[in-house]
């Protein structure tokens, strides 16, 4: 896979990009009708940008309350040190816990800002004491709850980007 910050991508690239993100299980006929493209050289690009990691992959968006994770949480974590070793650490630690849906390292006054979601607060304090609390470098947790999404997972704005 080459670096998907290199790609060029031009306008039916993007558009393909938009289609799939809006329903990934489009056939490809329906897609390449949508992007202005007979089937084959639109198969062939859409193949070209999951080679090029433009397309990471697909997957399924689940309404959370269908599945019992209804409470979604924004953690704030400090950690001790800013050393490469510490925070690869807390990353690798992180990243594997089924329940943090996403993880950045952000700027401001927390080192990372964490999405968890879990079916309830018992559940979450549990996540909290036994499991961040316990990783080694990390120095303060201040969470957010979600009171009621309006958007999540959000498609991103690829229509009307800059095409390098």
Do not use: W
């Not at 080192?111 to 996540?127: K, R």
């Amino acid at each position: 896979m080459s670096d998907p910050a290199k790609i060029t991508l031009d306008a039916i690239d993007l558009k393909i990009l938009e289609e799939l993100q809006a329903d990934a299980r489009l056939p490809n006929i329906t897609l390449a009708d949508r992007v202005g493209l007979s089937p084959s050289p639109c198969s062939r690009r859409v193949k070209l940008l999951e080679e090029s990691g433009a397309i990471e992959g697909y997957r399924t968006i689940l309404n959370r309350a269908a599945v019992d994770l209804g409470l979604t949480v924004f953690a704030g974590i400090k950690v001790e040190r800013h050393s490469h070793e510490s925070a690869n650490a807390f990353v690798d630690a992180v990243v594997a816990m089924p329940d943090v849906v996403s993880c950045h390292l952000v700027s401001g006054d927390v080192d990372f800002l964490i999405e968890v979601v879990v079916p309830d607060m018992a559940t979450y304090e549990s996540t909290v004491l036994r499991r961040l609390l316990s990783l080694p470098s990390v120095r303060d947790i201040r969470s957010s709850f979600a009171m009621r999404t309006y958007k999540a997972a959000g498609a991103l704005p690829v229509k009307g980007r800059h095409i390098r």
